[in-house]
């Protein structure tokens, strides 16, 4: 029978190995956590349909009808959907991932393992609302009788951005959640802030072009419109400067999640 002994230091020189031998944790907490998202709820998993659909009836009647937004040649729901699926997706992993150390206190302060497993396994679960609600989009294109080309096989890529910054975020906020317990209150500000901010009811195209690389700053910027892209749903020409910065965002938050996330994690069953 193994025998797990922590030693000073022990954990620290096996930390990233030790994420392959607590794997059956990860998927007990993904697990549990699916299962929570949903329980006693009269539609259950209708609900990972029902909040982008709303959505999408909103900006559309706002934006496509009353502002007049241009929509590059398709209809303006199927602009805003291509564009909500993936914001929706990084706002659920941020806030529930954001809030996970909080909210699993008593396993953090029992028991050894890499912390980094509890904000992962809820940032995985919100994907699973995001394949869900992907139905609408399909249902969408196949509605308009929009043609898809080899442009479809980069969607991944695209979805995987969308993960990584979702994960990169919420390292940063649920390390500092576990010490300044005001970042539950600071998450759904940058939620509903992000919304605005990001081109979700609108093409990027509408900003200037000399404030357009700029603007790609938010990592959320090149995820959107790459799905567009993806769909014949935005400007022909994807904005590639845009892209590599959105990118290049994204993997600096990661690599200094990741480095605050470590460095800080060795404090929290002592804090928290």
Same mark, same amino acid.
């Given at each position: %029978?193994?025998?797990?002994?922590?030693?000073?230091? #022990?954990?620290e020189?096996?930390?990233? #190995?030790?994420?392959? #031998?607590?794997? /059956?944790?990860?998927?007990?907490?993904?697990?549990? &956590? @699916?299962?929570?998202?949903?329980?006693?709820?009269?539609?259950?998993? @209708?609900?990972?349909?029902?909040? $982008?659909?709303?959505?999408?009836v909103?900006?559309?009647?706002?934006?496509?009808? +009353?502002?007049?937004?241009?929509?590059?040649?398709?209809?303006?729901?199927?602009?805003v959907?291509?564009?909500?699926?993936?914001?929706?997706?990084?706002?659920?992993?941020?806030? /529930?991932?954001?809030?996970?150390?909080?909210?699993?206190?008593?396993? =953090?302060?029992?028991?050894?393992?890499?912390?980094?497993?509890i904000?992962?396994?809820?940032?995985?679960?919100?994907?699973?609302?995001?394949l869900i609600?992907?139905?609408?989009?399909?249902?969408?294109?196949?509605?308009?009788?929009? $043609? +898809?080309?080899?442009?479809?096989?980069? @969607?991944?890529?695209?979805?995987? %951005?969308? %993960?990584?910054?979702?994960?990169?975020?919420?390292?940063?906020?649920?390390?500092?959640?576990?010490?300044?317990? &005001?970042f539950?209150?600071?998450?759904p500000?940058?939620?509903?802030?992000?919304?605005?901010?990001?081109?979700?009811?609108?093409?990027?195209?509408?900003?200037? /072009?000399?404030?357009?690389?700029?603007?790609?700053?938010?990592?959320?910027?090149?995820?959107?419109? !790459?799905?567009?892209?993806?769909?014949?749903?935005? &400007?022909?020409?994807?904005?590639?400067?845009?892209?590599? @910065?959105?990118? +290049?965002?994204?993997?600096?938050?990661? !690599?200094?999640? =990741?480095?605050?996330f470590?460095?800080? /994690?060795?404090?929290?069953? &002592?804090?928290i």
């Open positions: %029978m193994n025998e797990l002994v922590i030693e000073p230091g #022990r954990a020189k096996n930390y990233w #190995r030790d994420l392959w #031998r607590y794997r /059956e944790l990860f998927y007990f907490l993904a697990w549990r &956590d @699916l299962l929570v998202r949903y329980k006693q709820t009269v539609i259950g998993a @209708l609900w990972a349909i029902i909040r $982008p659909v709303v959505t999408v909103v900006f559309t009647v706002i934006f496509g009808k +009353l502002a007049g937004l241009p929509s590059h040649g398709v209809p303006y729901s199927v602009l959907c291509a564009a909500i699926l993936p914001w929706q997706l990084f706002a659920s992993a941020l806030s /529930e991932g954001g809030n996970s150390l909080v909210a699993n206190a008593n396993l =953090i302060s029992k028991v050894y393992f890499p912390r980094v497993i904000p992962l396994s809820s940032i995985v679960v919100c994907l699973v609302d995001f609600s992907s139905l609408i989009l399909v249902s969408l294109v196949v509605w308009y009788g929009i $043609p +898809l080309s080899w442009k479809i096989l980069a @969607l991944p890529l695209f979805v995987v %951005m969308t %993960m990584l910054a979702a994960t990169s975020a919420a390292l940063w906020i649920s390390a500092l959640n576990v010490t300044y317990r &005001d539950r209150y600071v998450v500000f940058l939620v509903q802030l992000g919304l605005y901010v990001s081109p979700v009811g609108f093409s990027s195209t509408i900003v200037p /072009e000399h404030w357009r690389l700029l603007y790609s700053v938010n990592p959320m910027v090149g995820v959107i419109e !790459g799905f567009r892209w993806v769909l014949g749903a935005g &400007d022909a020409n994807l904005y590639w400067p845009g892209l590599w @910065l959105s990118a +290049l965002v994204v993997a600096c938050l990661l !690599g200094s999640g =990741i480095m605050f470590r460095r800080t /994690e060795r404090t929290f069953a &002592d804090v």
